[in-house]
């Protein structure tokens, strides 16, 4: 059954006590950066929207929860979990993991060279974050540091 995205999610902000959401448009389009190395030669980093993490670590809470979770890119799929603002659409990364946190396709990725290395840790976040403010002025810092200090070459975004 299809679900109407922009009506549940103004549905579940106003029951959070919201007021009515503001779509993010940005004023310009981000600068177009070229890779400095090709693919087989870098360092790849992830960010999943999807509020995974791994058994162990505490499950993301839904009022604007920025925080972030490691996940080692060796952690096996039956290890992670999901907490999301929008529940419904996780019955799919329940069943398999690896269509929001797809490690088993990047260490294939890696084995076959494609890609020269995963990062020791991929990342998830809960995508469904009210305040626009908070990520650009919490979220995407924090990700801006935790993938220098990984020396990452190129990112992944896979939004949920």
Known sequence: MP???MKSIAERYSKLGYPIYQWYNAKEAP???PLKKTLSESRIGVLSTSGAYVVGQKAYYYKDDTSTRA???DTPKDRIHFSHITENYLEGPRRDPDCMVPLEALRRLEEEGVIGEVA???FSCMGG???QRRVR????PAMLDAY???NIDA???IPM
């Open 137 to 140: 002025e919490e979220l995407a």
């Open 120 to 122: 020791d840790n991929i």
């Open 31 to 33: 600068p177009f950066v």
């Open 129 to 131: 974050i009210y305040s």
């Open 71 to 73: 996940i080692p890119k």
């Open 3 to 5: 679900v109407d995205y």
């Open 148 to 150: 220098r200090a990984q």
């Open 155 to 157: 990112a992944f975004l």
